[in-house]
């Protein structure tokens, strides 16, 4: 009787075993680069701005640099490892400088960029959770030029919307499913602009160019 218990009893637990299933692993999703996001950057700006004279041909260069703080938009869409999109930004600059004005050493010429901002498409690879990308697009931004001090019956001072292109290039690293880090190199050259006799020359027009290099660390959030 112990006997034929024990063998039940042993029978059951063997049924019993086969009641659950075996665990299967489901491999998890590959991470996607797709879809809208925005975020904030700092950076650092450096370049030139060139004051030439229409009427007398005096170049009077000044060589610029600062910081910069700023926002992102944008949207991505992924192609097995590429990577397409549009983006947007805009930023506060303090990247300025001064020199003295050339063929007048008793004049001090400004030269600041205000703002500065992109439209521009964005492309690259994917590697799994690192994209490395490049962009290239439209390029905006203020300028202000000034000179110090006043030359007679001049205002001292010109500022202007510049518009140009820009070429760069960074990566950018998923730490979580939806907030990522970058680092991007831009170069911004802007078309010339012209400041009126009598805001920073007295003896006729001044041709206004200018270029900067902008290094920049951001973090952006994907929704």
């Known amino acids: ?48 701005a060139t004051s030439t004279g229409v009427a007398t041909g005096s170049v009077s260069p000044v060589d610029v640099e600062g910081a910069l703080l700023g926002g992102t938009v944008g949207v991505n869409t992924q192609f097995d490892n590429f990577v397409v999109g549009a983006e947007g930004d805009l930023a506060w600059s303090g990247v300025k400088g001064s020199a003295t004005c050339a063929g007048a050493p008793a004049y001090e010429c400004h030269g600041t960029l205000d703002w500065a901002g992109s439209a ?10 690192m ?3 490049g962009t290239a697009g439209l390029a905006v931004g203020g300028i202000t030029a000034s000179t110090n001090p006043a030359a007679p019956a001049s205002s001292g001072s010109f ?9 760069g290039g960074g990566a950018e690293l998923a730490v979580t499913d939806a907030v990522s880090v970058k680092a991007e190199y ?38």
């Open 186 to 223: 831009a170069y911004y050259d802007f078309a010339t602009v012209q400041a009126p006799i009598n805001t920073i020359a007295n003896l006729g027009a001044s041709d206004i160019k200018s270029h900067a290099h902008m290094v920049k660390l951001g973090l952006n959030y994907r929704f």
């Open 159 to 167: 500022s202007s919307t510049v518009w140009g292109w820009t070429l």
């Open 120 to 129: 521009k498409l964005r492309g690259g690879i994917a590697l799994d959770r």
């Open 1 to 48: 009787m112990v006997a034929a218990t024990a063998g039940v009893s042993s029978a059951s637990a063997a049924d019993f075993g086969t009641m659950y299933p075996p665990i299967i692993d489901i491999p998890s999703a590959p991470f996607s680069w797709s879809g809208f996001y925005a975020g904030v950057y700092a950076g650092y700006g450096a370049g030139r």
């Open 131 to 133: 994209l490395v990308f």
